[in-house]
């Protein structure tokens, strides 16, 4: 399309391509994608595209742990797209928010921030887009219940968020409530001894990350899949598991041109973990 004169369909393009190697962890090949689009956006003035963009660059840098800049770039998404009265911009930019805001600490006010835009869907009547923001809203809400403790409200959202899923075949997403399930099984183990059923949730979630190549479940449901061995006595399966963790972790860390994001990510808490886990 590049040879054409249709530059917004160009722009478009280069967003959805930005969008395909994110989601399958090519991360320097993304971030220039999604440069591309905005530069051709900005050319032609095409502000849904131009409000668009900072949220996917958030997307990127929350995926490898940078949860302040993608706060940053997701607050600016949000700011233009109100200023160009972009609604479906600012929503996506405003629900990426609430989830930097739960990876910086603060799970109350990010459920509080979500509720808030679940009421504001509801009264828009989306339509269409409504089932997407609804994967999203039903997976986040989970993951702030979960860092709360709330185990039951988290399951709830698990098992809603599986529902519109599967009816959508959103892969994704099937993987992530797959995920989000055997966390919380394993948070109540010790009480349950749901062990066995943890880890079959997170091996299927694991299963389906591999297929679509989504770089964050790949190694995230490892890391958390080896806990699950460990409290099980599976020594092997948690070797072998964690190492797999530390394998995907240090191939996407040698992979990203940008040195500072690299250190970032390097340096993220769960990340530093799985590095520094041994045989001891």
């Not at 805001?101 to 339509?127: K, N, S, T, V």
């Not at 994001?261 to 340096?267: D, E, G, S, T």
Request: net charge negative; charged share 20%; proline share 1%.
């Amino acid at each position: 399309m590049e040879r054409t004169d249709d530059q917004a369909g160009t722009a478009f393009a280069w967003n959805v391509l930005g969008r395909a190697y994110g989601g399958c962890g090519q991360y320097d090949q993304a971030f220039a994608a999604f440069y591309r689009s905005r530069d051709l956006a900005e050319t032609i003035d095409h502000h849904f595209l131009i409000a668009q963009v900072p949220n996917m660059l958030g997307w990127l840098h929350q995926q490898l742990g940078d949860y302040a800049g993608a706060r940053h770039y997701d607050e600016e998404g949000v700011a233009l797209a109100r200023s160009w009265d972009k609604l479906h911009a600012e929503i996506s930019a405003s629900l990426n928010v609430q989830l930097d805001i739960l990876h910086l600490g603060d799970p109350a006010a990010a459920l509080a921030g979500l509720h808030e835009l679940a009421q504001r869907i509801a009264d828009a009547a989306f339509g269409f887009h409504a089932w997407r923001w609804q994967l999203r809203l039903a997976h986040s809400k989970g993951l702030c219940h979960l860092a709360l403790g709330e185990v039951e409200p988290a399951l709830r959202q698990a098992v809603q968020g599986m529902k519109v899923a599967q009816s959508t075949t959103s892969r994704k997403y099937i993987a992530l409530n797959h995920e989000l399930k055997g966390a919380v099984l394993a948070a109540t183990a010790v009480a349950t001894d749901h062990w066995e059923d943890a880890a079959a949730e997170l091996r299927s979630a694991i299963a389906l990350a591999d297929q679509i190549s989504y770089q964050p479940l790949r190694w995230q449901g490892r890391h958390r899949l080896a806990t699950v061995y460990a409290a099980l006595g599976d020594r092997a399966q948690q070797q072998s598991t964690r190492v797999e963790a530390q394998t995907i972790v240090a191939s996407i860390a040698q992979a990203l041109g940008n040195r500072q994001l690299r250190m970032i990510f390097l340096a993220n808490e769960l990340v530093r973990t799985i590095q520094g886990e041994t045989d001891g």
